[in-house]
């Protein structure tokens, strides 16, 4: 089962599920595509659209569908990948490759694992060491770290990349995170090492910072290694909108580039911000809170995803549907 991180699609369509079965509405709540799709879950698992096309599941097998709903790439696939930058990883015989928008396999599948490419270059995996390819499937470096941060399938709130400040989470900070044994540092497209690996745990750039671990406490540095907030947080999440999620005595707030709290620590849980908005949760309930710290949508929902454009997707009970940035329903859970 393909998992991915995020049911934000960037796209006008937005999955939802009625009866077991797959459709997609419009940003209007408009049914786009009748639920007519296999799926083994909710909208969290949901399949999305990226470059015009989406993976679709029939009878076990992967294909690719465009937005009207035409299969144009033939079920064939054990697993496939949204696709990004004209490419989706496809999965073939237990090994992973990349197909373009034609279905014909550019990159012979031969990796364990596999990101999807970003400004030209993907990270594999083989044999338990990471590296990088160009879009022929050449090395730019060869697999030999032991972790690598940008490697999830997150198209539209990748967590692993870096960024320049705004609400566009894509990067221009050309520094990726990799382990070495049990440390994490920092290198090039290259692999010079821009920051030699010493943190316990690292996270990508976001917004021109990162977020970094030493002795059990997060901080955040910039693409020199220097400390912009020292280590003092239990857990952190990446910048978006000039603030970053961050936890203290088991309450989230959210700290400004300068480690100054804008949200004072007093939630159950936070995600960052994406366009304007960030999801919280107050007692068992969440909503959202904009860039000053207070809610422009009031803890009304179970379950609250990342806003991606107009819509955002939350749960009620068990049921899913999708509201608009005034938290008005466009699809109510559960119709």
């Known amino acids: 089962m393909i998992v ?35 799926i083994s879950g909710d909208v969290r698992i949901a399949p999305v659209f990226r ?12 294909g690719y569908m465009n937005e009207t709903g035409k299969v144009v790439i033939e079920p064939q696939f054990e697993e496939a990948g949204p696709f ?16 373009d928008s034609s279905g014909r396999i550019v990159i012979a599948p031969q990796f ?15 044999d338990g060491k ?43 900070v050309e520094a990726i995170g990799v382990r070495v044994g049990n440390k994490w540092g920092y290198i090039d497209p290259a692999g010079k090492f821009l920051i ?3 943190y316990d745990d690292a996270q990508g750039f976001h917004e021109g910072l990162a977020a970094v671990q030493l002795v059990g406490k997060w901080g955040f540095i910039d693409a020199a290694g220097n400390f912009e907030i020292n280590p003092q947080f239990d857990e952190v999440g990446g910048f978006g909108s000039g603030l970053a999620p961050a936890k203290q005595n088991d309450l989230w707030g959210f700290v400004d580039r300068r480690g100054n709290w804008v949200a004072h620590p007093q939630f159950e849980d936070a995600f960052s911000f994406y366009s304007g908005l960030a999801s919280v949760q107050s007692g068992n309930l969440r909503g959202y809170i904009g860039p000053s710290g207070s809610y422009v949508i009031d803890p009304r929902f179970d379950e609250a995803a990342d806003f991606t454009d107009s819509l955002a997707a939350v749960c009620i009970g068990d049921q899913w549907g999708y509201i608009d940035r005034q938290g008005n329903y466009v699809m109510a859970p559960g119709k």
Do not use: C
């Not at 470059?51 to 992967?62: C, E, F, M, S």
């Not at 990088?132 to 198209?155: A, C, H, K």
């Open 51 to 62: 470059d015009g096309l989406a993976p679709v599941q029939t009878a076990g097998k992967w």
């Open 130 to 172: 990471w590296g990088l390819i160009d879009r022929s499937g050449e090395y730019e470096i060869r697999p030999q770290f032991d972790g690598m941060t940008g490697v999830d399938w997150d198209t539209a709130t990748q967590t692993d990349t870096g960024t320049q400040l705004g609400d566009s989470r894509e990067s221009n």
């Open 196 to 198: 030699n690996p010493k």
């Open 112 to 126: 364990d694992g596999v990101g999807l490419f970003r400004k030209g270059r993907a990270a594999v995996n083989l």
């Open 4 to 38: 991915y991180d995020s049911i934000a699609t960037h796209t006008a369509l937005y999955p939802f599920v009625q009866s077991g079965r797959l459709g997609y509405i419009d940003a209007s709540g408009r049914i786009a595509l009748n639920p007519q799709f296999d």
């Open 84 to 99: 990004h930058e004209g490419l989706a990883p496809v999965s073939v015989g237990g090994r992973w490759g990349f197909s």
